[in-house]
């Protein structure tokens, strides 16, 4: 299949010449024929699909073997996975119709996801709609979404505030590209790594939160459920700092296997580089305003740290 196909492939809502969304739904369409037919010659289409290429460059970008998986083995995999079999192909396709319809939340959806990014950094920008691919990735300027996932079963505006999230990666990987993780080799990168990831994740978790609020939708992330309990916020601030510290203060050296394991405190669990990164974003933000924070995107992780570092926190007002 065509990536352009106008029965498949992408959709163009013009806003201005600056960034209009365009949303690639090819590779959904596809994955519904094969979950429906089980014809394996689909599996060689799907491989072939712009969708599957940034799956594939994100599997690749965040291995920290450096391995390039194959494209069709992937997809098969992912296809065929248990996550994948457990959900109702009609379910998937409901979801499909939702976000290929809803022109106004396509439009706000970039309108938020660009909030906060320099004017521009979501013009080349495709949110690539997929199957079985974590819950949503960005890379190399582009975003998608499984469609697939359960977190979306009980409530389909969370499709959009996702959505939103890794726009936002995208517009932040045009200036400030994903590190790959084969290439982090000491601790001083580890450091650096995870003062990157703090800030775009930071970044993103924040993008949604207004549209999230309009909607009576805090509550339905675990993340935003944290970051309106400010005493929780407060530990889970100051168990950031710490490690980070302790990881910075080190004399650099070469990494060893259980170096990674900072990743898991950071990414999963309590989700501190999420939530810390939004917390830290939130008060800039009310701060300095609105400006500062589209700078500091522009400048990187460094600018936010640094943004953050200088505020008395003691007169911003908590999230």
């Given at each position: 299949m065509?990536d ?16 209009a969304?365009?949303?690639d739904?090819g590779f ?12 394996r010659?689909?599996?060689l289409r799907l ?6 290429r ?8 965040v291995s920290i073997a ?11 995999e992912l296809?065929?996975?248990p ?18 319809t809803?022109?106004?939340a396509?439009?706000?959806?970039w309108?938020?996801?660009g909030a906060t990014?320099?004017?521009?950094a979501?013009a ?9 691919y ?8 582009n975003?998608?979404l ?12 969370e499709?959009?505030?996702?959505s939103?999230?890794e726009l ?6 045009t200036?400030h590209?994903l590190?790959?993780l ?8 580890l450091a ?5 990831c703090?800030a ?7 993008a949604?939160?207004n549209?999230r609020?309009?909607?009576?939708a805090l509550?339905s ?8 309990d400010?005493q929780?916020?407060?530990r889970y ?9 302790d990881?910075?203060a ?14 898991e405190l950071?990414s999963?669990?309590?989700?501190l580089?999420?939530?810390?990164g ?6 800039i ?5 609105r ?7 522009l400048?990187?992780?460094?600018q936010?740290?640094?943004?953050y570092?200088?505020l008395?926190?003691s007169n911003?007002?908590?999230?």
């Amino acid at each position: 299949m065509d990536d352009d196909d106008p029965e498949n492939g992408p959709i163009d809502v013009k806003i201005n010449a600056v960034s209009a969304p365009r949303i690639d739904a090819g590779f959904v369409h596809l994955a519904l024929r094969f979950l429906e037919t089980a014809d394996r010659d689909i599996l060689l289409r799907l491989a072939d699909t712009r969708a599957a290429r940034h799956i594939a460059t994100h599997a690749r970008t965040v291995s920290i073997a450096g391995a390039s998986p194959d494209a069709r083995e992937l997809i098969e995999e992912l296809l065929t996975s248990p996550a994948v079999a457990r959900v109702d192909p009609h379910e998937i396709r409901a979801r499909l119709v939702w976000m290929e319809t809803n022109r106004e939340a396509q439009v706000r959806c970039w309108k938020e996801a660009g909030a906060t990014l320099p004017e521009g950094a979501l013009a080349d920008a495709t949110l690539f709609l997929t199957v079985g691919y974590d819950i949503g990735v960005a890379v190399s300027g582009n975003a998608s979404l499984n469609l697939a996932h359960p977190h979306f079963e009980n409530d389909l505006n969370e499709l959009w505030f996702y959505s939103v999230h890794e726009l936002h990666h995208a517009g932040w990987h045009t200036y400030h590209p994903l590190p790959e993780l084969s290439r982090v080799g000491t601790t001083r990168a580890l450091a650096g790594l995870i003062r990157y990831c703090t800030a775009m994740e930071g970044l993103a978790v924040h993008a949604a939160r207004n549209w999230r609020a309009e909607a009576g939708a805090l509550s339905s992330d675990p993340d935003y459920v944290a970051l309106l309990d400010a005493q929780r916020m407060d530990r889970y601030e100051a168990q950031f700092f710490a490690l980070l510290r302790d990881l910075q203060a080190e004399e650099p050296r070469s990494l060893e296997e259980a170096d990674w394991d900072i990743l898991e405190l950071m990414s999963t669990g309590e989700r501190l580089w999420y939530r810390v990164g939004a917390r830290m974003v939130y008060r800039i933000e009310q701060a300095l305003g609105r400006d500062v924070l589209v700078e500091a995107s522009l400048q990187g992780p460094d600018q936010v740290f640094n943004l953050y570092a200088e505020l008395d926190i003691s007169n911003a007002r908590d999230s």
